[in-house]
């Protein structure tokens, strides 16, 4: 069992189909592929915005496409990797003026605020995603 699997579980038993139960593994092992590489809390955002009709343009009679939900998770987790990458540049140059390296206690500050603010970004990139 992978980290994808309780979200593309939760994708399958929400779409209602006429597949087997060995179509259904096969199928989530194609999911699996177009999610290589994104980070499985971003793709349990998109299997819930895609549950929740909150995709612009999709038919909420049918299940994405394993490319669709890739397509909608992708630019979730790169917008925060760009707001962690932007924060952690500023915050660190605030808290260190004068001084050459941060500590670790000031890194692992940063890294628990980081994660204080996934919540916050994943919630921030759907709206804007959905007022496209």
């Known amino acids: 069992m992978n980290d994808n699997d309780k979200s593309l579980t939760l994708l399958m038993a929400s779409f209602p189909s006429s597949e087997t139960e060995q179509e259904l593994v096969s199928i989530m092992g194609i999911y699996d592929l177009a999610l290589e590489g994104i980070d499985p809390k ?53 808290e260190n003026r004068g001084r050459e390296e941060p500590t670790a ?20 990139v759907s709206n804007d995603m959905l007022k496209r």
Do not use: C, M
């Open 42 to 94: 971003w793709v349990d955002q998109a299997v819930r915005a895609f549950i929740q009709g909150r995709v612009p343009g999709h038919n909420p009679s049918f299940r994405p496409r394993p490319s669709e939900l890739a397509a909608y998770a992708r630019p979730l987790q790169n917008q925060q990797a760009e707001f962690e990458r932007i924060y952690t540049r500023q915050f660190l140059q605030i």
């Open 105 to 124: 206690e000031e890194k692992a500050r940063v890294q628990a605020t980081l994660k204080r603010a996934t919540q916050q970004i994943a919630e921030k």
